[in-house]
């Protein structure tokens, strides 16, 4: 069974725009990571929060963290068409990952 | 700079016959991991060891085997291959046993016919 749960199974927007995905977690969990993937490609780790933190920055990164709702959010500002891919949550310690949300970002 | 391969990228067999999927890593990791991807599915955890001579089973390990002889290297060993294995694998390692930043490599796809 799946740890994380990510929201929408698939997202399509325009060059420019902001991209929010979620993931929905079961267990309590120390930290959760969200990974980028490519087409054909391996995963790329992009940003962990942990438990006791409620946002963090990396970039056009924004990851959020609702511990009492067990949900994450990750926000792409100003998307590029490269930024289109698959991207994932991956929570406890035992780093189950969803289905992901599959990224269409269109020039 | 460091990094962790896998070979074969690609691979056809037929059913039956035992697969061998390697796993090499230079980041001097103690934590290995190997997944499982499938449609709808997300990546699925199938074996992990924490360092040389350590090997657990994890969620979907049956069929499967892993043998860690040294730091850089887990092998996957699929015994008796079978088409619902038929699958992307991904190798993982990680600086912490569970719950750290992952490194992955860049998969193999097997179809066993």
């Known amino acids: 069974s799946q740890q994380g749960e990510e929201d929408p199974q698939a997202l399509s927007i325009q060059e420019g725009e902001n991209a929010t995905m979620n993931c929905s977690y079961k267990?309590?969990?120390?930290?959760l990571q969200w990974y980028r993937q490519n087409s054909g490609r391996g995963l790329v780790h992009l940003i962990l929060?942990?438990?006791?933190?409620r946002e963090k920055h990396s970039g056009r990164l924004r990851v959020t963290l609702d511990t009492s709702k067990k949900s994450s959010s990750l926000l792409i500002t100003a998307s590029r068409a490269a930024d289109t891919a698959s991207y994932f949550c991956?929570?406890?310690?035992?780093?189950?990952f969803g289905a992901g949300t599959r990224l269409t970002v269109k020039p | 700079d460091a990094e962790i391969t896998q070979s074969p990228r690609h691979k056809i067999t037929e059913t039956g016959r035992q697969v061998t999927l390697a796993c090499h890593q230079t980041?001097?990791?103690?934590?290995m991991f190997w997944y499982r991807q499938d449609l709808g599915h997300g990546l699925r955890l199938i074996h992990y060891?924490?360092?040389?001579?350590?090997?657990n089973k994890g969620e979907v390990s049956d069929g499967y085997s892993v043998s860690r002889s040294n730091t850089e290297d887990l092998p996957l060993t699929l015994e008796s291959a079978a088409s619902s294995q038929t699958s992307v694998y991904f190798c993982?390692?990680?600086?912490?046993?569970?719950?750290?930043?992952?490194?992955f490599g860049e998969g193999s796809r097997l179809t066993v016919l």
């Open positions: 993982a390692s990680s600086e912490l046993p569970m719950g750290g930043e992952l490194f």
């Open positions: 267990t309590s969990i120390n930290n």
């Open positions: 929060i942990r438990s006791n933190e």
């Open positions: 991956a929570t406890g310690n035992d780093m189950r």
């Open positions: 980041w001097n990791h103690n934590n």
């Open positions: 060891s924490y360092g040389v001579h350590d090997t």
